[in-house]
């Protein structure tokens, strides 16, 4: 009997689901937020999450949202995981979505393909498929403000100023998922033209927790400095284990994804010296995000239940600097086009022309958040810089200057990746830049 | 009132053993079918056919594959989600070096390939049964998702180390890649799984499948009377991996689009067999209303606030998703422990004497 009752109500479910895609304004800019609460990696997620959708709201709440059309961020869980990314991706880009931030290069492997498409831009901000740089060959793809593979170029470039890299060995410890393998073929290539070595150590996801095996090859290959790829739980384990061995922590150096508050507040004072790469501010101390106290978390505003603590952790101005670009984006592409409601082929546009320089940054309140980016067609990374922080047993500070990655080096490369990426699809689209 | 057998007279011994003896049972398999071929590609909307009805039918066909092996044969297996992964890397590995070939022969050669390991993976259990056999099957599991990472030769060097799906056309309608309509992938899935249900429904009820049966009861006697356990347990988990690997072929090529080893994980081996143990063991029917609970089932309780305008945070519906999904799994379990095939057999039962029960 309640069999029968179950397939009713799965039945008025289905027909209710079929009618959830019109259910959006019209006069709204629609950002869906695929973001990961649950689940492993659940950790890295949520600030991201919040940094994103608290400064859209501010947005909303201070200006009345941008060029005075109101944003609606939705927020769509996918627990990291690729399959429910494609979901939320199919739930949600009948509803006029202006362009997806995957926040996982699992879920931007899959979306790359469908951009051009559904005639959605895909901004993944510093991670996914290094190639989609090349503007020329992958218009709806953009990874602002830099690629992993000129992150890694930055951080050789980094340790070559520490008593140089050549004759050295470098030990690459990283997630052996599509995000850790990423930089590998240009690190082969890197090794060859700097002239050091290189030892590797691949963590499995299941593995990441347990760690000790990997550390003791690492004490037997002896490395000089090591490089980390790592997200989630793997970061503070491998720094606790790097402790155990006692390995040096100032020749430990993480790459963005590795170098959060909270993969470090767990280690604390063992972990004081390690180093990390990153693009955007830390801390509090900037108009804008004082904005958001004022505008959302005082006045209650905030659609998710942020922290105050978490405001201005590494993880959270990162999604800050990710919400500031599809902003400009969406300013620029609302200044082309004459139109407030724009689309995602507008946003396109956008995102090939905004120009957020250093005098545009201080007009936000964001003097020195991020480094000025000047999108084009041809170059879809913006060729910003990275600087180094590191870790002095209860925060990051800011131990570099920008440091700006290898462009003549890295750009031939990714255009060769980019080129083997379309050989196999006849029917892909490319573009001419003037 | 209306679902009953009387008047309807066997003269054959054929009519006698058809699987669906009842007039009105044959009416509802042909309104399904129609429902299914034209009311669904022609009202549904992407949403709908993308992300509920390919993955619900792909899934559908691998929990038949393991319902073969678990259900009709009684030997356990952990090892479906990497078969499935064997299935999805031939079919990429052969449309890449035979690109001319339709796809979709493709698609049902692969089965080949994981009909073939999976057969070496189900040596171990003309020895072996039940948990020991569980943990060769989870070697599986683990080895070949060990090949799919460290073999860089199965996803052609890709530096992601995913393997993307290229464009391919099907008489002239682009059936692959991001182009392809969902219709176009629907409709082959559905006919694929289609097809492959009734094939595995006359292997079922034919002498192979008997024999499978016998095993799965009594290997002793099944042995005395003659069934091979050797053949019988090889054919199955040959037959098994064969739809496995067909479902993880048609899983990237008609809905991902582009798999990394994550896709073939053994939380996926674990889904399917949920799969299979809640819509029922041993039976077809209960592969698809496992598929449907565990697959739609939550696509939908997401939607569901969503539709009423109801604002909760992404992460407080998914949260209450996994509560939802794990009390109904038990709910169901306790009410009927022989799984959703049974609830659905015992409602056609009160059916047939409904409205005077006796």
Same mark, same amino acid.
Request: charged share 15%.
């Given at each position: ?154 951080? &050789?470039?980094?340790?070559? $100023?520490?008593? /140089?890299?050549?004759?050295?060995? %470098?030990?690459? =410890?990283?997630?052996? @998922? ?96 390690? &180093?990390?790469?990153?693009? $955007?501010?830390? /801390?509090?101390?900037?108009?804008? %995000?004082?904005? =958001?106290?004022?505008? @959302? ?138 | ?358």
């Amino acid at each position: 009997m309640f069999k029968k009752l179950i397939f009713g109500a799965v039945a008025v479910a289905m027909v209710s689901g079929a009618q959830v895609n019109n259910a959006y304004a019209e006069d709204t800019l629609y950002l869906p937020s695929l973001s990961y609460r649950t689940g492993p990696y659940a950790g890295g997620g949520v600030p991201i999450a919040n940094g994103f959708s608290d400064y859209m709201t501010m947005l909303n709440e201070r200006d009345g949202g941008i060029g005075g059309v109101k944003v609606v961020v939705e927020e769509c869980e996918t627990g990291y995981n690729s399959q429910k990314g494609v979901e939320c991706y199919e739930s949600t880009k009948s509803k006029n979505a202006l362009v997806y931030n995957p926040m996982s290069t699992g879920i931007t492997l899959q979306l790359v393909p469908k951009a051009p498409v559904d005639q959605i831009p895909v901004f993944s901000m510093g991670y996914g498929l290094s190639a989609t740089a090349v503007g020329e060959k992958f218009p709806w793809g953009f990874n602002y403000p830099t690629t992993y593979w000129s992150q890694l170029s930055a951080i &050789l470039k980094y340790i070559d $100023s520490k008593g /140089g890299v050549k004759g050295k060995k %470098i030990g690459y =410890i990283y997630l052996d @998922v599509g995000y850790g393998r990423e930089p590998l073929p240009l690190l082969e290539k890197l090794s060859k033209s700097m002239g050091f070595s290189i030892a590797r150590f691949p963590v499995a996801g299941k593995e990441m927790q347990n760690q000790s095996s990997h550390w003791l090859n690492v004490r037997k290959e002896k490395p000089d400095w090591m490089i980390m790829w790592g997200w989630g739980a793997m970061n503070s384990t491998a720094i606790k284990e790097a402790a155990k061995i006692r390995f040096p922590m100032d020749h430990f150096i993480g790459n963005w994804w590795a170098g959060a508050d909270a993969d470090l507040a767990p280690v604390g004072k063992i972990g004081k010296g390690y &180093l990390a790469a990153n693009f $955007s501010g830390i /801390g509090t101390d900037f108009p804008a %995000i004082k904005d =958001i106290f004022t505008h @959302v978390l005082d006045a209650g505003k905030s659609t998710q239940t942020t922290d105050r603590d978490q405001v201005g952790d590494v993880l959270y101005n990162r999604a800050v600097a990710n919400a500031v670009i599809v902003a400009e984006a969406i300013m620029a592409a609302q200044k082309s086009t004459g139109k407030k409601v724009i689309n995602g082929a507008d946003m396109r546009l956008g995102l090939e022309t905004f120009n957020l320089s250093a005098d545009r940054l201080k007009e936000l309140g964001l003097e020195g958040f991020m480094a000025p980016i000047k999108a084009s067609c041809k170059d879809h990374e913006g060729g910003g810089g990275i600087f180094v922080q590191q870790w002095n047993g209860s925060a990051w500070e800011k131990i570099s200057e920008p440091i700006s990655p290898e462009t003549d080096v890295i750009r031939p490369l990714l255009e060769e990746a980019a080129a083997k990426y379309i050989a196999d699809k006849p029917d892909w689209k490319t573009q001419t830049c003037s | 009132m209306f679902y009953r057998e009387a008047g309807q007279f066997k003269t054959t011994y054929k009519a006698d053993q058809a699987i669906f003896p009842i007039f009105q049972d044959r009416m509802a398999i042909a309104i399904y079918l129609l429902i299914a071929f034209v009311a669904i590609p022609v009202f549904g909307n992407d949403f709908f056919i993308t992300s509920m009805m390919i993955p619900f039918l792909i899934f559908s066909l691998a929990a038949i594959g393991l319902n073969i092996l678990v259900g009709y044969t009684g030997q356990i297996s952990l090892g479906t989600g990497a078969f499935m992964g064997v299935g999805a890397y031939a079919c990429y590995k052969l449309t890449t070096i035979f690109p001319d070939i339709n796809i979709i022969v493709l698609i049902i050669s692969s089965g080949f390939f994981s009909a073939v390991i999976g057969m070496l993976f189900g040596l171990p259990s003309l020895r072996i049964k039940g948990f020991y056999l569980v943990v060769t099957t989870l070697a599986a599991q683990f080895f070949l998702e060990w090949c799919f990472i460290r073999i860089p030769w199965l996803y052609n060097y890709n530096d992601s180390g995913a393997i993307e799906v290229p464009q391919r056309e099907v008489f002239g309608i682009i059936a692959t890649g991001a182009s392809a309509t969902p219709t176009t992938r629907y409709l082959i899935v559905l006919a694929i799984v289609v097809v492959m249900t009734w094939i595995a429904s006359n292997i079922i009820h034919g002498r192979i499948g008997r024999a499978w049966m016998m095993i799965r009861d009594m290997d002793i006697a099944a042995e005395l009377m003659g069934i091979r356990p050797l053949n019988a347990k090889l054919s199955a988990f040959a037959v098994s991996s064969f739809y496995c690997g067909v479902a993880g072929a048609m899983m990237v090529f008609f809905w991902l689009g582009a798999a990394e080893v994550e896709s073939f994980d053994i939380n996926h081996s674990f889904l399917i067999l949920f799969m299979v143990v809640i819509g029922g063991l041993g039976s077809l029917v209960g592969s698809f209303l496992g598929a449907a609970f565990i697959w739609i089932l939550p696509v939908i309780l997401r939607a569901i606030p969503r539709t009423f305008g109801l604002d909760i945070n992404a992460a407080t519906i998914e949260h209450v998703n996994f509560m939802i999904i794990g009390g109904l799994i038990i709910f169901f379990l306790i009410v009927e422990p022989h799984g959703l095939a049974r609830l659905w057999g015992l409602a056609k039962q009160k059916l047939r004497v409904w409205p005077f029960p006796y």
